[in-house]
């Protein structure tokens, strides 16, 4: 069979192809992305040997780039997203168009489509916005605080529609933040490493005591495969797992574990509208037997080992952010309101 992966040279979506071609190894993927600075080909190094991966360089937002990836695919993953927040706050066009006009674009292509029988869109636990007691399961109502949450809700409302609307087999995964190997610098845990590696300062929102939960990647990919072969058309699934702490708390985690002083820690202005935790259950996906495998500290060895290994790849991205401006702000805690972009999750 043959699926299409949108956004499959970026973090989550090369993982998923490589797991999908190891896990099912008569099966054909073709990536459709934009290889935009969040996409990398060499992510896909391995995937491409094996013979069973295509990757087409393509616009989401381009009906007939989507319909010559997707002819003849039996499913569609679509990571394709922009999604880091702070360039959201500095400039929502691009998110309105790619998990907007993106996701709609895939949408009306595979509403139209006579193979594909699963549409599986990938969103965010950022679309429920803050939760500060409890946890939400998936009838909870969508609250987003910024730009990219707003989008990425938006996406999910498309999704919902065309399904209820047009019968596309379609679900909607909400996942927690994801960790592991081949994740761009600027997001926070390889932030942190790779800050730490170089010596540099490693910046938190605030007080840094906005509460995430983790999950390693490699766990995502389990849940993601089960939800497309098992899962039902028309649901929602969250996906959380994982350790859930302070920001604070996995910076200094990570930086004892690297042999880091502590003081390279530097709290910056607080990113407006931050919001302060997530928090979701997902009895839904663990009833389709799934749950994490990977312990937090386990993900973080394993991911930490990573980036020592691979300067190559990281190095000439983080330098790239640290001389642009536009990404790396840095302000001073009570410098006034504004985004520190890198700062925290």
Not at 12 to 36: C, I, K, M, N, Y
Not at 207 to 230: I, K
Request: proline letters at 7%; one cysteine or more; charged letters at 25%.
């Amino acid at each position: 069979m043959k699926l299409l992966v949108t956004g499959g040279a970026g973090f989550l979506g090369s993982h998923f192809v490589r797991a999908w071609l190891s896990h099912h190894p008569s099966d054909e993927v073709v990536v459709l992305d934009l290889l935009t600075y969040a996409g990398s080909r060499a992510r896909l190094v391995d995937a491409e040997r094996t013979g069973r991966c295509r990757l087409l360089q393509g616009d989401i937002c381009e009906p007939e780039a989507v319909r010559e990836a997707m002819r003849g695919a039996w499913a569609v993953v679509h990571f394709a997203a922009a999604t880091h927040v702070d360039r959201s706050i500095t400039d929502a066009a691009p998110f309105l168009r790619t998990n907007v006009e993106g996701t709609y674009t895939l949408l009306h292509e595979a509403a139209g489509s006579s193979t594909v029988k699963r549409f599986l869109h990938v969103s965010t636990d950022e679309v429920y916005g803050p939760i500060l007691e409890g946890a939400v399961d998936e009838s909870a109502p969508l609250s987003p605080r910024n730009p990219y949450a707003a989008s990425k809700a938006a996406g999910d409302l498309l999704v919902q529609a065309a399904q209820a609307t047009y019968q596309l087999p379609a679900i909607v995964v909400r996942p927690t933040n994801v960790f592991g190997p081949w994740q761009f610098p600027e997001k926070f845990i390889p932030l942190c490493i790779t800050n730490g590696l170089e010596g540099l300062p490693v910046p938190l929102y605030g007080d840094g005591r906005q509460r995430r939960a983790w999950l390693y990647v490699d766990d995502l990919c389990e849940a993601l495969e089960m939800v497309l072969e098992r899962g039902r058309p028309g649901e929602i699934y969250n996906i959380a797992g994982g350790r859930e702490q302070p920001n604070l708390e996995t910076a200094t985690t990570i930086l004892a574990r690297m042999g880091c002083p502590r003081e390279l820690i530097r709290f910056v202005a607080d990113r407006p509208g931050h919001d302060r935790r997530y928090a979701m259950r997902d009895e839904r996906v663990r009833a389709l037997g799934w749950q994490p495998a990977v312990p937090f500290e386990e993900g973080l060895a394993r991911t930490i080992a990573w980036y020592r290994g691979r300067d190559d790849w990281w190095r000439p991205l983080a330098q790239h952010l640290r001389e642009d401006p536009y990404h790396w702000l840095n302000r001073p805690a009570g410098a006034g309101a504004g985004a520190a972009p890198g700062a925290a999750a």
